[in-house]
């Protein structure tokens, strides 16, 4: 016996929560790839919903400074985006587009990546630190 908003399992009724797999902590995300132009490349576990800037500055990744705590507002965790995912990551919005005019070496495929939330479509992700920040 169940239904839309129930199901039976062992004989018991449990309800269903339909929340997104991306608002359970602790959900698995697959490997991040942050590469340094020192030929330095660190790969990194994180849970879905964190940002590439939480996992970086957490790791000690050189150049992912991230002074604001996440709220687009420093770009001191800028990066650029490997080009084989920047159609998967997606472009910035206008305010992170003119936050990263503070950054240094802006380019198209440049993003804050504070910005930048795990998913499930980014296993793998590749982005690459500047040779510095601001
Ligand atoms: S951490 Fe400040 S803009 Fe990303």
Redesign the pocket.
Known sequence: MSDRKHDVRNGRRHKRFPIAPSRFKGYHHGPCHLHHPAGIATTLDGDVGQ?V?DIG?RAGVENI??????????????VHVDPAWIDRVGPPSAD?WD?LDFAHGKRADSR????IRLRAALDGLIVHTPERQG
Do not use: D, P, V, Y
């Open positions: 940002s800037m500055k400074i991230g002074e604001c705590g996440g709220s687009a507002a420093c770009a001191t965790c800028h992170e936050m804050l990546s504070c910005q």
